[in-house]
């Protein structure tokens, strides 16, 4: 059964997608920074061997490979690598904080360039899939938003990439949600009250589909709104 490595999926659209890939038999593996989190989402799933968790920080470039390594280690094979990991600040190029910025930039930037370098070698080997979650924030702007430059960043990375893997036989794919109901929206300034939203499940289920298509077919870029949402 395929094996696929999540980051950022302790809570929230990585979580959801786990759990999903576990339940269709894929061997799966997460990471998140805060280990207590990561283990409840373990114990969440009843602990299962097709289960590994690491807590890392997929900023940074050495944990990424460890991360990479350790899965191979332990499934033997990379068939799926979903860069999820990510958050936004929620403020302003006018008026917010530059050091919130930073890590917000080096995960949701930084952090797929990671992934993608360190899982390339062993996803040649499966003829892999690479998904990239990206955001409705990379594709429409908004006044001031610098999470959404991060996400029009990732949007350029994923053709960049799939461009750059034509030949080896990888399916990259965008999938960008518009409003989910995860901790993503926590901090004060989030998304709206009363805004339409999916679950993390509803799209969580896009990242599956887009993973588990035929042989030779190559999902590019997925936009998942919610019906009524007003961008
Ligand atoms: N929810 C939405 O409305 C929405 C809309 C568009 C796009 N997105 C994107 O969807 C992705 C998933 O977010 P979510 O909504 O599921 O939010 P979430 O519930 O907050 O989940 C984010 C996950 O990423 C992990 N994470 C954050 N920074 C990390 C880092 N530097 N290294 C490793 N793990 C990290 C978190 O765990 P730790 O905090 O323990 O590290 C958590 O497991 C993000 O890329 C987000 O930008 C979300």
């Known amino acids: 059964m395929p094996v696929t490595l999540i980051t950022g999926g302790s809570s929230g659209i990585g979580a959801a ?5 576990l339940d269709l038999g894929h061997s799966v593996t997460v990471t998140g920074r805060n280990a207590d989190r990561l283990d409840s989402f373990a114990a969440s799933v009843g602990r299962p061997a097709e289960l590994l968790t690491i807590a890392g920080d997929a900023s940074n470039p050495a944990a990424v490979q460890d991360t990479v390594d350790a899965t191979l280690k332990t499934f033997g094979q990379l068939d799926n690598a979903v860069a999820n990991a990510g958050f936004a600040t929620h403020d302003s190029l006018d008026d917010g904080d530059p050091e ?6 080096l995960t949701n930037v930084l952090g797929p360039a990671l992934l993608i370098r360190a899982a ?3 996803l040649k080997v499966s003829r892999g899939r690479i998904v990239l979650v990206g955001s409705v924030a990379g594709h429409v702007h908004t006044p001031g938003n610098i999470y959404g430059a991060t996400k029009f960043a ?3 990375l994923a053709e960049n990439t799939r461009q750059m893997v034509t030949g080896d036989g990888i399916g990259v794919t965008l999938v960008s949600p518009g409003a989910v109901e995860t901790h993503f929206s926590d ?6 009250p009363g805004r339409e ?10 990242i599956v589909w887009a993973l588990t298509q035929p042989a030779g077919v190559d999902i590019n870029t997925l936009i998942v709104r919610p019906i009524g949402s007003p961008r």
């Open 100 to 105: 919130g910025w930073r890590s917000m930039i």
């Open 187 to 192: 901090p004060v300034g989030g998304l709206a």
């Open 154 to 156: 990732v949007t350029g």
């Open 197 to 206: 939203r999916i679950s993390a499940d509803q799209l969580a289920a896009s």
């Open 120 to 122: 390339l070698p062993a």
């Open 17 to 21: 997608a786990a759990r999903q890939l």
